[in-house]
């Protein structure tokens, strides 16, 4: 069955996830690297919330099979390090309780040199704004070659082709990623800031930023506005299908300042990788979008140039908006499915 056509999407706690590819013992070995050289900086954390995010691969914002295996690592050795790292469950009440009330995070990027891969880490101090310890490890690609852990996900180009078209014409472009990672990762906000003419946030059952969800996991999503408008929120999937879950859906003035949970839910299935969620937000009903219905979920027959300029290019027609101007906001976020 088409993962599209799946009703429920993706919810286990990290503690519950069973099935997943087992860490190689240099994996194991890097995360234990890099949690014992961030753990200098470690009497500083004691008693305050540490978050930890997932490794992305260069500037992308984009996690594999390798940034998930690095991840489940590291939650096991850098408490050993003295780091504890507060568990990030896939629950969306949970998620909308704990908004920006992490005091660090540790984050990193990585990318290929020659044979190997670098690793980049940084345990950030999120109040000071500032990075409190570096790590840089390797490991060979070979070795994860060998044991079929790829550090780049699947559909890699289709995705960076789609999220290229998705901010190529917004009011200020997100920059292309550089050949080389930063060398001091930095966090990305939560809540991802929105660019136009207001404020719109966007969240899924495992919070902001760049996530991974694995096969049979559900996912849950919530968006939120500061005034009253209208919102379009399309999902992106890895294969380059439209998925079109908000289709003018009226934000209330009892709405601003909320958290409002979207109804649908999906279940993680094939096919994986990279995936875009692009909320979009005006004080104007959008014009239509042409979509046809399959199993429940209605589907966009449109380019993604196309849906672009239908949302953000139209022109009022009822005049009836605050000071007779017409105002819009959006905001997108990627996430990463992959199989256990």
């Known amino acids: 069955m088409h993962k599209k056509y799946l009703i429920s999407l993706f919810i286990l706690l990290l503690s519950n996830i069973v099935g997943l590819s087992a860490q190689s013992a240099e994996t194991i070995e890097l995360a234990k690297n890099i949690a014992e050289i961030l753990a200098k900086k470690a009497s500083i954390t004691k008693g305050k919330s540490v978050r930890l995010d997932y490794f992305t691969l260069d500037d992308t914002r984009m996690g594999s099979m390798f940034s998930r295996d690095l991840y489940l690592a590291l939650i096991l050795q850098l408490p050993k390090a003295g780091i504890t790292v507060r568990e990030n469950p896939n629950n969306l009440t949970e998620q ?18 020659g044979s190997n891969i670098q690793i980049n880490a940084v345990l950030y101090d999120l109040s000071a704004k500032k990075p409190l ?3 840089k490890a390797t490991i060979v690609t070979a070795i994860l070659t060998q044991q079929k852990t790829p550090w780049k996900p699947d559909f890699f180009e289709k995705a960076k082709n789609t999220r290229n078209l998705i901010v190529e014409d917004e009011a200020t472009p997100e920059p292309k990623p550089s050949p080389d990672p930063k060398p ?12 136009g003419d207001f404020a719109l946030e966007l969240m899924t059952s495992k919070g902001f930023g760049h996530q991974i969800f694995n096969e049979g996991e559900r996912m849950q999503i919530a968006v939120k506005t500061d005034r009253p408008c209208f919102l379009r929120l399309v ?11 908000l289709e003018n859906e009226p934000m209330k003035t009892s709405d601003q300042g909320n958290y409002i949970t979207v109804p649908q839910e999906f279940e993680c299935a094939a096919p994986f990788g ?34 672009n300029a239908k949302t953000r290019s139209f022109k009022p027609v009822t005049g009836n908006n605050k000071n007779g101007k017409l105002e819009r906001s959006e905001v997108s976020m990627q996430v990463t499915t992959m199989k256990r």
């Not at 999902?235 to 879950?245: F, I, N």
């Open 96 to 113: 909308k309780a704990f908004v920006s009330k992490d005091a660090f995070v540790v984050c990193g990027n990585f990318t290929e040199q």
């Open 133 to 135: 310890a570096k790590a």
């Open 184 to 195: 001091v990762p930095e966090p990305t906000p939560e809540p991802e800031p929105s660019k």
């Open 235 to 245: 999902y992106h999937a890895a294969d380059g299908q439209k998925v079109l879950l």
């Open 274 to 307: 990279v995936e875009t969620l692009q909320l979009f937000a005006c004080t104007e009903v959008f014009p239509p979008l042409r979509t046809h219905k399959d199993n429940g979920f209605i589907f966009i027959d449109e380019e993604v140039t196309a849906v």
